[in-house]
């Protein structure tokens, strides 16, 4: 199992981001996948999900209504779109997925600061 998510950077309050996750090494297709953030001193907290056909989805509190969830089965990747951004936001995001046990990508940083 591979997870390599891209997108991360340096984003000033109210910016938008995308977030990429590839998969490999699995059937992308057959399990649902999530979005993790681990903040300097804090500890890591789920953000989003999606299922398999990515017909559901769930969101944190925190970030409902600002970010959007999705994947493209086909090309074996997962996205995470984050609109007005804000520095509580700033963290390593991490893609997920639990197959027997929790596997995790190498993170990307997102960092929202004037």
């Known amino acids: 199992v591979q997870l390599v998510e891209s997108g991360g950077g340096l984003v000033q309050p109210g910016g938008s981001l995308r977030l990429s996750c590839v998969a490999s090494?699995?059937?992308?297709?057959?399990?649902?996948m999530r979005w993790y953030r681990q903040a300097p001193g804090k500890e890591r907290e789920l953000v989003a999900s999606?299922?398999?056909?990515?017909?559901?989805?769930n969101y944190a509190n925190s970030v409902k209504g600002r970010f959007t969830i999705s994947r493209d089965n086909p090309k074996n990747t997962m996205y995470l779109q984050m609109n007005s951004l804000k520095p509580e936001d700033t963290a390593v995001y991490y893609c997920?997925?639990?197959?027997?046990?929790?596997?995790w990508g190498q993170g990307t940083q997102v960092t929202v600061s004037s």
């Open positions: 997920s997925v639990n197959r027997g046990r929790r596997y």
């Open positions: 090494g699995f059937t992308f297709s057959a399990y649902d």
């Open positions: 999606i299922s398999s056909a990515g017909r559901s989805t």
